[in-house]
């Protein structure tokens, strides 16, 4: 990717990010204190248990080295800009998935270094690690373009909230515009290989956006959190920021290896995501 592309790249992300920055307040990091075990469970299941299932996925269905880092990748990323309007969707807590949104959204700057570097290392060898990875310059490039954005995003929400309910709109479109944008032109430049690419992580893509799902409603269930509640934390378990995850690889670690699964697993989320919805909604008629 050439310098202006990736200027390009990084200007939509942070105008994503600032989307995400105009739903939130002071009071979604503070709301840990009126619901802190649904916020715990939840941040435990995105943060800790995320990345864990996607290493023995890796390992059990024998990933090679680039994409499994693409994938430690997506795992590592916080919840994605439209988790929020998803959680709503389908009946969930909006305000627990904004308060988990936002706090993840802070924590993955420091863990997504960390993860990424433990993942080239891993899998990539300590020589191949060197060249591609600068633990500070991820860490600036992570606050530049979500923290930044973000606090813009809610310094207008604070003092001209009016503007930013009507830009609300627009940048959710813009959101989801560009995450298709970056999915087509890596499915453009890597026509020869995107069928083989599909096939060898397809399945794990899937099985991990499943799974997390899942994980979070049950965990949730097991601590005899309310539904609504149960709900918010399976998507924002399994809702990732794939746009975020693909601007990291094709922008930082220059790969689109790193970017494939990131693209595969974004585009299963939102089928998985819209059955979620359905079933949801079904289940909510039959109870009125």
């Given at each position: 990717m050439d310098d202006s592309a990736k200027i390009y790249l990084g200007i939509a992300l942070m105008i994503v990010m600032m989307g995400m920055g105009l739903s939130l307040q002071v009071k979604d990091f503070l709301r840990v204190v009126k619901f802190p075990k649904a916020v715990v469970i939840g941040l435990t299941n995105q943060l800790l248990f995320l990345p864990f299932i996607a290493y023995l996925l890796i390992q059990v269905l024998d990933i090679r080295s680039t994409l499994a880092v693409g994938i430690m990748l997506i795992a590592a990323c916080p919840g994605g800009p439209t988790s929020n309007l998803i959680a709503h969707l389908c009946k969930g807590d909006t305000a627990l998935s904004v308060t988990l949104t936002a706090l993840s959204s802070v924590l993955t700057l420091f863990t997504i270094p960390l993860?990424?570097?433990?993942?080239?290392?891993?899998?990539?060898?300590?020589d191949e690690t060197n060249i591609l990875l600068n633990r500070f310059d991820i860490f600036k490039d992570l606050f530049i373009i979500t923290i930044l954005p973000i606090s813009i995003g809610m310094l207008i929400k604070r003092f001209q909230p009016a503007i930013a309910d009507k830009l609300q709109g627009a940048v959710k479109i813009a959101s989801a515009l560009v995450l298709l944008a970056l999915i087509i032109g890596i499915t453009i430049k890597e026509r020869a290989n995107i069928i083989p690419y599909f096939s060898e992580v397809g399945i794990g893509t899937f099985v991990l956006n499943v799974t997390t799902l899942l994980l979070g409603y049950l965990t949730a269930t097991i601590f005899s959190l309310k539904r609504d509640q149960a709900i918010s934390i399976s998507i924002e378990s399994g809702i990732q920021n794939g746009t975020l995850a693909i601007a990291l690889?094709?922008?930082?670690?220059?790969?689109?290896?790193?970017?494939?699964?990131?693209?595969?697993?974004?585009?299963?989320?939102?089928?998985?995501?819209?059955?979620?919805?359905?079933?949801m909604n079904r289940k909510a008629r039959r109870s009125n």
């Amino acid at each position: 990717m050439d310098d202006s592309a990736k200027i390009y790249l990084g200007i939509a992300l942070m105008i994503v990010m600032m989307g995400m920055g105009l739903s939130l307040q002071v009071k979604d990091f503070l709301r840990v204190v009126k619901f802190p075990k649904a916020v715990v469970i939840g941040l435990t299941n995105q943060l800790l248990f995320l990345p864990f299932i996607a290493y023995l996925l890796i390992q059990v269905l024998d990933i090679r080295s680039t994409l499994a880092v693409g994938i430690m990748l997506i795992a590592a990323c916080p919840g994605g800009p439209t988790s929020n309007l998803i959680a709503h969707l389908c009946k969930g807590d909006t305000a627990l998935s904004v308060t988990l949104t936002a706090l993840s959204s802070v924590l993955t700057l420091f863990t997504i270094p960390l993860i990424l570097e433990w993942s080239l290392i891993h899998f990539m060898g300590q020589d191949e690690t060197n060249i591609l990875l600068n633990r500070f310059d991820i860490f600036k490039d992570l606050f530049i373009i979500t923290i930044l954005p973000i606090s813009i995003g809610m310094l207008i929400k604070r003092f001209q909230p009016a503007i930013a309910d009507k830009l609300q709109g627009a940048v959710k479109i813009a959101s989801a515009l560009v995450l298709l944008a970056l999915i087509i032109g890596i499915t453009i430049k890597e026509r020869a290989n995107i069928i083989p690419y599909f096939s060898e992580v397809g399945i794990g893509t899937f099985v991990l956006n499943v799974t997390t799902l899942l994980l979070g409603y049950l965990t949730a269930t097991i601590f005899s959190l309310k539904r609504d509640q149960a709900i918010s934390i399976s998507i924002e378990s399994g809702i990732q920021n794939g746009t975020l995850a693909i601007a990291l690889a094709l922008g930082l670690l220059k790969s689109n290896d790193f970017a494939i699964p990131a693209a595969v697993y974004s585009l299963i989320m939102f089928f998985t995501a819209f059955g979620i919805i359905f079933l949801m909604n079904r289940k909510a008629r039959r109870s009125n």
